[in-house]
């Protein structure tokens, strides 16, 4: 079981990025899969998760109303699409599937 996250970069204030997490090992549509996100000084928190069953979706407070989380079975991805970026949202972004499998991270900074 292997979990690849991408997409991170530098973006100013205001723009969207579109992170990717890919499944090696396992069939990502049969698992539940959750985004966090570690900040320097920061404990890590949870950004966003999405069931495997039903595919329903959960948000934290922080990135509710701009992000989205979605599963692209056919290519094993989970993407994590956040837009209106903040200084705030500056945090490494991992994905995750239980019992503890993580993906390594993927920086995103926002500054302008």
């Known amino acids: 079981v292997q979990l690849q996250a991408s997409g991170g970069g530098l973006v100013q204030p205001g723009g969207s990025l579109r992170l990717s997490c890919a499944a090696s090992?396992?069939?990502?549509?049969?698992?539940?899969i959750g985004w966090f996100r570690q900040a320097p000084g920061k404990e890590r928190e949870g950004v966003s998760c999405?069931?495997?069953?039903?595919?329903?979706?959960n948000y934290a407070a922080s990135v509710k109303g701009r992000s989205t989380i979605s599963k692209d079975n056919a290519k094993n991805i989970v993407y994590l699409q956040i837009s209106s970026l903040k200084p705030e949202d500056t945090a490494t972004y991992y994905c995750?599937?239980?019992?503890?499998?993580w993906g390594q991270g993927t920086q995103v900074t926002v500054s302008s």
């Open positions: 090992g396992f069939t990502l549509e049969y698992y539940a």
């Open positions: 995750y599937t239980p019992p503890n499998n």
């Open positions: 999405i069931t495997a069953r039903d595919g329903s979706t």
